[in-house]
Nanobody, 120 residues
Framework: QAQLVESGGGLVQAGGSLRLSCAAS????????MGWFRQAPGKEREFVAS????????KYADSVKGRFTISRDNGKNTVYLQMNSLKPEDTAVYYC?????????????WGQGTQVTVSS
């Protein structure tokens, strides 16, 4: 069964960095676009970043541009989110997702989420 498992979340001070990982298993995701979403308490889930199957095209939410970097290692079936210059407003549960197309309105797979907390 296909599965996405996030790791790397935690508590960090404002200005700090974290790297999230999303390990895919159960099938090969090399042909899938991969993405990161987040959901803060009391808010809807929002798009953070995405990367195409080959890794040569990325997109970011305006709120994280210049601070976050998404990357993937197809040999390891893993996608990463490097988060620098973290702000308290980045506090959320971060979810990994996969879609066979570039349409992120309904990703086919979701991870269970990892908590990121940024203290001021």
């Amino acid at each position: 069964q296909a599965q996405l498992v996030e790791s790397g979340g935690g508590l960090v001070q404002a200005g700090g960095s974290l790297r999230l990982s999303c390990a895919a298993s159960g099938r090969t995701f090399t042909s899938y676009a991969m993405g990161w979403f987040r959901q803060a308490p009391g808010k809807e889930r929002e798009f953070v970043a995405s990367i195409n199957w080959s890794g040569d095209s990325t997109k970011y939410a305006d709120s994280v541009k210049g601070r976050f970097t998404i990357s993937r290692d197809n040999g390891k079936n893993t996608v990463y989110l490097q988060m620098n210059s973290l702000k308290p407003e980045d506090t959320a549960v971060y979810y990994c997702a996969a879609t066979p197309t570039s349409d992120w309105s309904r990703p086919r797979y979701w991870g269970q989420g990892t908590q990121v907390t940024v203290s001021s």
